[in-house]
């Protein structure tokens, strides 16, 4: 009886406990979103508004008169560019990592592994000059080239962890059953370990989609620059324009904050198996 | 099947690599040299960015793990409400984009208008309004503090999945025996948890170091270079100033200095794997 009232009371307080962390861990983003719709007098208001006093579009009117829609736009195409060929590089050797036994094959993984461990900074510099002898400088392509080195390995880790889960002998039975090697893959593999190819599409997508380093010394017109040199145009050294700045935040989070919610359970399980499991 | 994935990684190892080595050799019309390395050595600011760095990665790695971990010991306890608390906690700062979450701290620590001193005030924390971004040493304190707040999540994450591999039995039989909760968590817990604990360590330390857009939105390096790390000093003598070859020299030189940090915890996590 004195146990389990402990227990309840032990219970009770981790709740309370996770309640205060989640209160204290939103707030930065709930103030960033109030802040969004207040008007400048109340945004410098002294002391401060915690609410203000009417709820205003104007930040949100004004980012849109200055081309957000354009690099949003941008933004989509060089995400879904990055993901759709992060995953079409990474599944097929993902998959024969899972498969096959071949000479070299752990050095191969270590050098994926080595990759993703070098600061983005150091190939800065090389992919700029690549980029503008190939003459890729300020185009997409150039943009998304340039993500590969770092989205493709690490999907290759995660997915090799999804096929490592799916039984052989389900494609072993496939093979019996007439299938060649390819169709058993098209067949059987890849409708099951979906979740997993979702999981890595959707971080190749965020990587470019928060990217800020390269995207605004690789793209250089107007015109092709992505969101977050957009957000970037509104710091200044001197004097920062919170308003349009925060209006531009907010809505550039929602995608990525949406995907998560609804695909957490996946992604999670997907990224915790690729980098906790051997 | 593996080839086409084979020659893209060969090809773009051997282009960055090479191209980076090259020009950390040469002068800007070619010529070979050894200048680059001897102005990195002879240039103050990089020992100043090393230390820096070092703070940065302390400070930050240690936050992350103290909330990481509290967070996944309170997330590993509840059934009820489980995905709530992990989309606020575990989800939130993590899908925040790097730029939106230096701002949005940059703000909160403005000193006139900013809702940190305001909030700390009327706690009872501060008597007066700190001037968070001011000050070098103040200014890396809150960059770490944001830094934490982004980062926590994925070490929570890896240590919850580690959580929930440990077989609730050891538990129960430590319980029979008497151990009380903190007995547990340094007898049971930390020494299951010790292969993770040193990945996400690795990671953690690998990721800060490279870690780039909170500091470069949120002071730039400033004031008086107390942020810069040797990131961001890389990015400034390259695109500020357009020291190629000398940017492309330091590269190298923090190139190894990752490289050996990796090393050690590499060979820690595989002799821990062979006596286990």
Same mark, same amino acid.
């Given at each position: 009886?004195?146990?389990?009232?402990?227990?309840?009371?032990?219970?009770?307080?981790?709740?309370?406990?996770?309640?205060?962390?989640?209160?204290?861990?939103?707030?930065?983003?709930?103030?960033?979103?109030?802040?969004? @719709?207040?008007?400048?007098?109340?945004?410098?208001?002294?002391?401060?508004?915690?609410?203000?006093?009417?709820?205003?579009?104007?930040?949100?009117?004004?980012?849109?008169?200055?081309?957000?829609?354009?690099?949003?736009?941008?933004?989509?195409?060089?995400?879904?560019?990055?993901?759709?060929?992060?995953?079409?590089?990474?599944?097929?050797?993902?998959?024969?990592?899972?498969?096959?036994?071949?000479?070299? &094959?752990?050095?191969?993984?270590?050098?994926?592994?080595?990759?993703?461990?070098?600061?983005?900074?150091?190939?800065?510099?090389?992919?700029?000059?690549?980029?503008?002898?190939?003459?890729?400088?300020?185009?997409?392509?150039?943009?998304?080239?340039?993500?590969?080195?770092?989205?493709?390995?690490?999907?290759?880790? @995660?997915?090799?962890?999804?096929?490592?889960?799916?039984?052989?002998?389900?494609?072993?039975?496939?093979?019996?059953?007439?299938?060649?090697?390819?169709?058993?893959?098209?067949?059987?593999?890849?409708?099951?370990?979906?979740?997993?190819?979702?999981?890595?599409?959707?971080?190749?997508?965020?990587?470019?989609?928060?990217?800020?380093?390269?995207?605004?010394?690789?793209?250089?017109? &107007?015109?092709?620059?992505?969101?977050?040199?957009?957000?970037?145009?509104?710091?200044?050294?001197?004097?920062?324009?919170?308003?349009?700045?925060?209006?531009?935040?907010?809505?550039?989070?929602?995608?990525?904050?949406?995907?998560?919610?609804?695909?957490?359970?996946?992604?999670?399980?997907?990224?915790?198996?690729?980098?906790?499991?051997? | 099947?593996?080839?086409?994935?084979?020659?893209?990684?060969?090809?773009?190892? !051997? !282009?960055?690599?090479?191209?980076?080595?090259?020009?950390?050799?040469?002068?800007?019309?070619?010529?070979?040299?050894?200048?680059?390395?001897?102005?990195?050595?002879?240039?103050?600011?990089?020992?100043?960015?090393?230390?820096?760095?070092?703070?940065?990665?302390?400070?930050?790695?240690?936050?992350?793990?103290?909330?990481?971990?509290?967070?996944?010991?309170?997330?590993?306890?509840?059934?009820?409400?489980?995905?709530?608390?992990?989309?606020?906690?575990?989800?939130?700062?993590?899908?925040?984009?790097?730029?939106?979450?230096?701002?949005?701290?940059?703000?909160?620590?403005?000193?006139?208008?900013?809702?940190?001193?305001?909030?700390?005030?009327?706690?009872?924390?501060?008597?007066?309004?700190?001037?968070?971004?001011?000050?070098?040493?103040?200014?890396?304190?809150?960059?770490?503090?944001?830094?934490?707040?982004?980062?926590?999540?994925?070490?929570?994450?890896?240590?919850?999945?580690?959580?929930?591999?440990?077989?609730?039995?050891?538990?129960?039989?430590?319980?029979?025996?008497?151990?009380?909760?903190?007995?547990?968590?340094?007898?049971?817990?930390?020494?299951?948890?010790?292969?993770?604990?040193?990945?996400?360590?690795?990671?953690?330390?690998?990721?800060?170091?490279?870690?780039?857009?909170? !500091?470069?939105?949120?002071?730039?390096?400033?004031?008086?270079?107390?942020?810069?790390?040797?990131?961001?000093?890389?990015?400034?003598?390259?695109?500020?100033?357009?020291?190629?070859?000398?940017?492309?020299?330091?590269?190298?030189?923090?190139?190894? !200095?990752?490289?050996?940090?990796?090393?050690?915890?590499?060979?820690?996590?595989?002799?821990?794997?062979?006596?286990?």
């Amino acid at each position: 009886m004195k146990r389990s009232l402990r227990r309840k009371y032990t219970k009770l307080f981790v709740y309370f406990l996770l309640s205060a962390l989640s209160i204290i861990i939103a707030f930065p983003f709930v103030w960033l979103t109030i802040t969004a @719709f207040k008007s400048y007098p109340d945004i410098y208001a002294y002391p401060i508004k915690y609410l203000p006093t009417e709820a205003t579009l104007e930040h949100f009117d004004k980012i849109s008169s200055m081309q957000f829609g354009v690099y949003f736009r941008n933004s989509i195409i060089v995400g879904f560019g990055t993901m759709i060929l992060s995953i079409l590089i990474a599944l097929f050797p993902a998959y024969a990592f899972s498969r096959y036994r071949f000479r070299g &094959k752990g050095a191969l993984l270590i050098t994926v592994l080595f990759l993703q461990m070098f600061p983005q900074v150091v190939f800065l510099v090389p992919m700029f000059k690549f980029l503008g002898a190939v003459g890729w400088l300020d185009t997409y392509w150039g943009i998304i080239f340039s993500y590969l080195p770092f989205t493709t390995p690490i999907s290759i880790v @995660f997915l090799r962890s999804f096929f490592i889960g799916v039984p052989k002998s389900l494609e072993e039975a496939a093979m019996i059953d007439g299938c060649s090697r390819m169709k058993a893959f098209i067949k059987v593999i890849f409708p099951v370990t979906l979740p997993g190819i979702a999981a890595v599409g959707i971080y190749a997508f965020l990587f470019s989609w928060q990217e800020l380093m390269y995207s605004m010394s690789i793209l250089l017109s &107007k015109d092709r620059q992505t969101v977050p040199v957009f957000l970037s145009l509104f710091i200044g050294q001197y004097q920062t324009r919170w308003g349009p700045l925060f209006a531009g935040s907010v809505l550039s989070t929602l995608p990525p904050l949406i995907i998560f919610m609804i695909l957490q359970r996946y992604f999670i399980s997907g990224l915790v198996s690729g980098a906790v499991k051997e | 099947m593996i080839m086409p994935y084979v020659l893209f990684i060969m090809v773009m190892v !051997i !282009i960055l690599f090479a191209s980076n080595i090259i020009m950390s050799f040469t002068t800007e019309d070619g010529a070979f040299t050894l200048n680059n390395y001897t102005r990195v050595f002879q240039d103050e600011l990089v020992y100043k960015s090393l230390k820096n760095t070092g703070v940065w990665v302390l400070g930050s790695v240690a936050g992350q793990f103290f909330m990481g971990m509290l967070v996944a010991l309170l997330l590993n306890q509840v059934k009820k409400g489980e995905l709530l608390f992990r989309s606020v906690i575990l989800i939130l700062p993590w899908a925040t984009l790097d730029i939106v979450a230096g701002v949005m701290w940059k703000w909160m620590y403005n000193d006139m208008y900013g809702v940190l001193n305001e909030v700390l005030m009327q706690i009872g924390i501060i008597d007066q309004y700190i001037s968070w971004l001011a000050t070098p040493d103040m200014a890396m304190l809150a960059v770490i503090i944001a830094n934490i707040w982004k980062g926590f999540c994925l070490t929570g994450m890896f240590l919850l999945a580690g959580l929930q591999t440990i077989p609730q039995q050891l538990y129960e039989a430590a319980e029979i025996d008497g151990a009380n909760a903190v007995k547990r968590f340094w007898h049971i817990t930390i020494p299951q948890l010790k292969p993770v604990l040193l990945t996400t360590l690795m990671l953690g330390t690998i990721w800060t170091i490279n870690y780039f857009p909170l !500091i470069y939105t949120m002071t730039g390096g400033g004031p008086s270079h107390g942020t810069e790390t040797v990131v961001t000093y890389i990015y400034r003598l390259s695109f500020r100033f357009m020291e190629y070859n000398k940017s492309a020299a330091l590269s190298n030189i923090l190139f190894i !200095i990752i490289l050996g940090i990796s090393m050690i915890f590499l060979r820690q996590i595989s002799k821990d794997g062979d006596t286990a």
